[in-house]
């Protein structure tokens, strides 16, 4: 059973720094893709960044030159440095895993980020 830990979130100022980890377990098969996705209030739930297992990356708008993704393919392990925070980053954010000759997506159980003063 595959199973997502999420760990990292928490309180923060504007203009502060966080870094999300999520670790990966219980897969039969490598990860291809890892993500983290966040959901603020009365929102859909958005891509934040995205990283194939090659490295290729991708990023929202929003979040350019702010936040960087990365993975340890050999923990099966994904971070998020959050940088220059900003109160509209504030969100629970969940993590996101695709496993190679696997359909489904795998989903952590969300970590609470809060920027605020």
């Known amino acids: 059973q595959v199973q997502l830990v999420e760990s990292g979130g928490g309180l923060v100022q504007p203009g502060g720094s966080l870094r999300l980890s999520c670790t990966a377990s219980?897969?039969?098969?490598?990860?291809?893709?890892m993500g983290w996705y966040r959901q603020a209030p009365g929102s859909q739930r958005e891509l934040v960044a995205s990283?194939?297992?090659?490295?290729?990356?991708n990023y929202a708008d929003s979040v350019k030159g702010r936040f960087t993704i990365s993975r340890d393919n050999a923990k099966n392990t994904m971070y998020l440095q959050m940088n220059s925070l900003k109160p509209e980053d504030t969100a629970v954010y969940y993590c996101?895993?695709?496993?190679?000759?696997?359909?489904?997506?795998?989903w952590g159980q969300g970590t609470q980020v809060t920027v605020s003063s």
């Open positions: 219980g897969m039969n098969y490598g990860i291809r893709d």
């Open positions: 990283s194939t297992r090659s490295g290729d990356t």
């Open positions: 996101n895993v695709k496993i190679y000759f696997d359909a489904a997506d795998y």
